[in-house]
């Protein structure tokens, strides 16, 4: 499964992988000039923190996200094992948010639904790996087995 | 800003991008692709360095850094990138006047007019000091009225452009009172160029409108060649010339004044292909100044061992040996160059440059504005830049205006881009323009071309011919049917060229969009509030369109006579 791999010693925080994630998947109007002014304020999916780390949806192996959804709204594809919220079912409780332990899942209640990074699985390539400037993000296939990646807690069943 | 599939009008041009890729040189083209996608919060004027707080940014998407960090909100913030651009421009002006008149008083080279070139000096001494100048003057009591209501006619260096600068560090303001401070900057420009314009025909005479060529197709095979990059003193420019006559050496230019009476020196090319001319091999020395210049000649002319001076230095020599060692050194060159091979297209085009304000009639053109054989007058200016098409905007934009009758007046390199598609050859005039134009253009004289070059930016051809109409007419500038247009605006003097513009009357297109976008209080402030205040609008257009809009928009803007 393609995953986001982040090179921490490469980003410069600039912002551009939020703002384009804003601009392509949070707006309407799909235009800088026009997303930057639109109500409700468009929301990006990645959030860079800390000392470098754009910090994406993990889509987790074992996703504590779909397993606190009361209704099935958080699903994961099967094609491509990634993680999304089916917007139309989203009552808007907040569980996955309260439960996700990366904490990269946001409540929007304007349009009232969870907004979390899907890797841009409708489009052909992530915009924030399409805009890094330093290339400190790339698109890569998740290594087997490897937890860094996800949440995947050791069970002793 | 969006990936450019076509870079180039220039065929010219084109011939050469294909061998730099083949060779794996990077010219502008490449560089502007290797940028994209360039930063949002720049482009739409949300981000500030003006201190080491920063950078900040506002995020238009995040709750907690909308603010900078020492309180300029995005409106601010926005109108700041404005400023910034404005007062950059301005001094660009002012630079290129100081030059000259530095020189000037030092008594160098016979002025032509010794009574009018001394009263010029003073003038300039009093814009520098508490800005009391005869130039200014000139303007109609009713625009200077204006201005001084607002408060922004300028008054001497420090407070129209040292004042203006320091908004940029802080202090309580608003967009429009920031907005009045960068026009009153932008005012000292205009009064730079008038009195530049002035002191050049005062010391070296009037320039007469004189048949040049352009592109590349002139620059001859074998004889040594000295290309002229950017703005630098024109008496640097008369003792290179100077030393050249009789040497069968070739002096031309390129983003540079052509005139310096007697001597013309023919441009080779325009802003966004400055590259280009040394990729010929023809060229042994460049000459270069700062503005204009594109740093990467540097790394080009070694590639076709190409001598490079700049006239920018700090220790600088006295100018008639500094012109005497170029000239040495492009005749060294030359021999040194003889195997380089020579890859000179032979495409070059006919036109009239060096118009001036005297040589038209303002009195036929207000006439025939009244009888309606023109609809208007449109003034083209600003270079090119690497975000579209090479000189497909501006001249595709220049045909548009003309069919529908509409005089065109051009300034600086904007009328070098226009010359090479032979909308400066009078031989093309009656196909080009309507009917009532052509009838017009026929009427000022016998070798009139279908648009204007009033001189480049170290002239202030346009701005005199503005000040003509509206004596004649007896209307302030504002009443008549002027448009102005920057399709292809790259430096910053454009932006301030644009604001004094606005300034006077005129309602002013720019493209690309001033970054200034992220702020709707700043975009509506550059309509609504210009408008009052001026009775025209800056216009900041985002929205994508085709050149046939764009004269759309530019004749709707045309107030009826």
């Known amino acids: ?83 999304y919220v089916y917007e139309p079912t989203c009552i808007a409780c907040w569980m996955c948010v309260m439960v996700c332990p990366f904490g990269i899942i946001a409540p929007s209640p304007s349009i009232h639904v969870a907004v979390k990074c899907d890797r841009c699985r409708n489009m052909e390539y992530p915009i924030c790996v399409d805009v890094c400037p330093t290339k400190a993000l790339a698109l890569e296939e998740r290594e087997e087995g490897a937890t860094w990646y996800g949440y995947a807690p050791k069970r002793s069943y | 800003m969006d990936f450019v599939q076509r870079k180039t009008a220039d065929s010219v041009v084109d011939h050469f991008l294909k061998e730099a890729a083949e060779k794996e040189i990077p010219l502008v083209w490449d560089r502007y692709e290797g940028s994209l996608p360039q930063c949002g919060f720049c482009e739409t004027g949300l981000n500030c360095r003006d201190c080491l707080q920063g950078p900040c940014v506002s995020h238009p998407f995040k709750d907690q850094n909308k603010v900078g960090i020492c309180g300029k909100d995005k409106d601010i913030l926005a109108v700041h990138s404005f400023v910034r651009l404005v007062v950059q421009g301005t001094m660009g002006y002012l630079d290129q006047l100081a030059d000259f008149a530095k020189d000037v008083e030092a008594g160098k080279g016979s002025p032509k007019r010794k009574q009018e070139t001394t009263k010029l000096i003073k003038d300039i001494q009093g814009m520098w000091g508490d800005g009391s100048t005869d130039v200014m003057k000139k303007f109609p009591k009713a625009l200077i009225d204006g201005w001084k209501a607002a408060g922004i006619y300028p008054d001497g260096m420090a407070s129209a452009l040292f004042k203006v600068s320091q908004k940029l560090d ?34 070296f005479g009037d320039t007469a409108p004189t048949n040049v060529e352009v592109n590349l197709g002139v620059l001859p095979k074998d004889q040594p060649v000295v290309l002229l990059y950017g703005h630098f003193s024109p008496f640097l420019k008369q003792k290179i010339a100077d030393a050249a006559k009789g040497k069968k050496i070739k002096v031309m230019g390129v983003c540079t004044d052509p005139f310096v009476p007697p001597y013309y020196f023919a441009p080779v090319t325009n802003y966004g292909s400055q590259e280009i001319p040394l990729m010929t091999g023809a060229v042994d020395l460049i000459v270069t100044g700062d503005q204009c210049v594109n740093p990467s000649l540097a790394e080009l002319a070694k590639v076709w061992k190409v001598e490079v001076v700049p006239t920018e230095v700090l220790n600088r020599k006295d100018v008639s040996s500094f012109a005497k060692e170029i000239i040495g050194m492009a005749q060294e060159a030359f021999k040194a160059r003889g195997e380089v091979a020579r890859d000179i297209p032979n495409i070059k085009e006919s036109g009239v440059m060096g118009f001036s304000a005297k040589d038209i009639h303002a009195d036929k053109v207000v006439k025939a504005l009244s009888d309606g054989k023109i609809k208007g007058i449109a003034i083209l200016a600003g270079c090119n830049n690497v975000k579209f098409t090479q000189d497909q905007e501006i001249v595709s934009l220049a045909r548009e205006l003309l069919k529908k009758d509409i005089f065109c007046v051009s300034e600086g390199c904007a009328s070098v881009g226009l010359a090479k598609f032979g909308l400066l050859n009078p031989k093309q005039r009656d196909a080009s323009c309507g009917k009532g134009l052509s009838a017009l253009l026929a009427s000022l004289g016998k070798n009139v071309p279908a648009v204007i070059d009033l001189g480049s930016c170290e002239n202030s051809g346009v701005t005199d011919f503005l000040l003509d109409m509206a004596n004649l007419g007896k209307k302030p500038i504002k009443e008549f049917p002027i448009v102005a247009c920057f399709p292809e605006a790259n430096r910053t003097k454009a932006v301030a060229r644009a604001a ?48 046939i809009k764009k004269a759309e928009l530019l004749v709707k803007s045309l107030k009826k006579a």
Not at chain 1, 22 to 48: C, F, M, T, W
Not at chain 2, 172 to 201: D, H, I, P, S, Y
């Open chain 2, 170 to 203: 802080g202090g309580v303001g608003n967009v429009e009172e920031t907005l009045l401070w960068a026009f009153k900057g932008a005012l000292m420009g205009c009064a730079a160029q008038m009195l530049q314009g002035r002191l050049k025909t005062a010391v």
């Open chain 2, 500 to 547: 004094w513009t606005v300034a006077m009357g005129i309602p002013t297109y720019f493209w690309p969009f001033l970054p200034v976008t992220g702020s709707q209080k700043t975009i509506e402030s550059l309509s609504g509030f210009c408008e009052e205040k001026f009775g025209a609008k800056l216009h900041v257009i985002t929205e994508k369109m085709d050149y």
């Open chain 1, 1 to 83: 499964m393609k995953v986001i791999k982040v090179d921490p010693e490469k980003c410069t925080q600039c912002h551009a992988c939020d703002l384009w994630c804003g601009i392509e998947i949070g707006s309407e109007k799909k235009e800088l000039n026009d997303a930057i002014h639109e109500k409700p304020q468009p929301v990006p999916r990645v959030y860079v923190e800390g000392n470098n780390f754009p910090l994406h949806c993990r889509h987790c192996e074992v996703a504590p996200c779909i397993d606190a959804c009361p209704n099935g709204t958080m699903r994961r594809d099967p094609a491509t094992g990634l993680v």
